[in-house]
């Protein structure tokens, strides 16, 4: 009996360590971090809804402390909408690792916003990875699979 829920545990352990950086249509992720470069140095949030294997849109806010754009209070904040393109699949990657390229557009302050980026995300379990986006706006942190 012993040996057999020895067995059982590592099937589940082995289960639910098969962390999936990417799966398509319906996939959902979270990214939560810092916006180190672009329209000013603060943090950032951002939510992505899988189209399909290819696609996700989703949307974002950063809010910054330092270097914002023009110096103006008035854009402390960037509210955006965005688009990626992710080619986990295309170029055979990892289960645990997407790469995607990206665009943001939004608005600053009252003016209009627009950031490009290549991402990638690495996942340590189902739930848990990181992420970095580099690129005119880009920004570094922790993804949440939902």
Avoid: C
């Amino acid at each position: 009996m012993k040996k057999l829920v020895f067995i059982m545990m590592m099937i589940f352990t082995g289960t639910a360590m098969n962390a999936q950086a990417w799966t398509g249509k319906g996939d959902q992720k979270i990214n939560a971090g810092l916006s180190v470069w672009g329209y000013g140095t603060g943090i950032t949030g951002t939510y992505d809804y899988g189209l399909n294997n290819l696609i996700s849109v989703g949307g974002g806010l950063n809010a910054y402390f330092d270097n914002y754009k023009d110096n103006d209070n008035d854009n402390r904040v960037f509210v955006f909408g965005r688009l990626n393109f992710h080619l986990k699949d295309a170029l055979q990657l990892p289960e645990k690792l997407d790469l995607y390229p990206g665009i943001d557009i939004g608005v600053v302050g009252s003016d209009f916003g627009l950031g490009a980026h290549i991402g990638a995300r690495y996942f340590f379990t189902d739930r848990i990875g990181v992420f970095a986006e580099v690129g005119n706006n880009g920004s570094l942190g922790v993804s949440i699979n939902l």
